[in-house]
């Protein structure tokens, strides 16, 4: 594939061939026996994958930011009080959409590249009668991963459902969903589930569902009303039809086909895979001498890496020569930092050969814009890491 560039960006990423050929295979009606099977059973397969086994899963179409939706909507009441942990842009617009249903919110912010510590998140919990907490588990805009266990933790303590955004996470980083106590969390297909775009996938554990029946006003968003998508998931759950929006056909095949091989590598090991490639990701840009925005290296995803530009080097140009060298990556996103630093995702089917294909296109990139390093430092780190692992 001479003109085959690698995906590096946090999300879209690689697919999987098999993957690709169940969303280019010919559409079968959503009411196909077949499609009925694959639907049912990517939904119980989602338990597995989020470590969930009472939850309520559900598919629906729309990006990343629908499913947000799907937890403000639903778990939101005029009046309520929110908390956001606030790791970055997701935490913003997750604060912006919770007040679009009537929320009062407030957020524990830490400077950029860092995170509220434990003991701030209680303090805060403590200051007001919440009714929930959102968490971002991997802010994309700035590669921090949080202390799910932790928070969802202090978050139970005080009587606060626990919500994550696990957009960036869930399938790469460890998520436990019912064993640390989280309410719900979710995800979009695009990221290390390995789906192309189009899917929302939230998992509801038991008292988020049960709140969501407690309330005493409809819900303020008509399409992401868990009301009306109960009853589908249920139905197709059972293996049987039910309609209320066309189901998104191919990327529900595709989405089972994923989920199969996911389970197939089992959550352990790909836990596991996902820390190698994150440390081996970070040495490698480390070896190269540049910095990252995450300000402690607990604080960084393994999922996503995100390095700060060198000095002197317009980031525009050389992530065009990293890209003439073969690997897309993204550049920036936190509005406070975007032009300094870019960003390299390493989640899904990414595997070792990925990623030092990676970091040599990075390596060609730098030494096209005339920064000076030590040829092969970068790749040299990251083969370190994966013979060691
Ligand atoms: N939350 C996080 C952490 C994300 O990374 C993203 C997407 N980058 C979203 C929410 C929103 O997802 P989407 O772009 O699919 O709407």
Redesign the pocket.
Known sequence: MKDRTLLMI??PIEFEPAVLAALGAPTTSHLDPGFVDAFGQALERMREVFLCPDGQPFVVAG????A?DLAGANLIEPGDKALVVNTGY?GD?FGALLERYGAQVTHVRAPVGGRPSLDEVEAALHGDQFKLMTI?H???STGVITDVRGLALLAARSGVLSVV?G??SVAGEELRAAEWDVDVAFT?S??AVGVP?GLALLMAGPQAIDAFKRRKTPVANYYADWGNWLPIMEAYEARKTSYFGTPAVNLIWALNVSLGQILAEGMEARFERHRVLGRACKQAVAALGLAQVPLQPEFAANTMTAPLYPDDIQGAELLARVKEAGAVLAGGLHPAIRTRYFRIGHMGAANQGDLLATIGALEAGLARCGYQFQPGAGVAAAAAVFDGA
């Open positions: 946090p999300g990006t990343g930011t629908l947000m997701f617009r971002t991997v802010d994309t955004d957009v960036c979009a695009q990221k775009p």
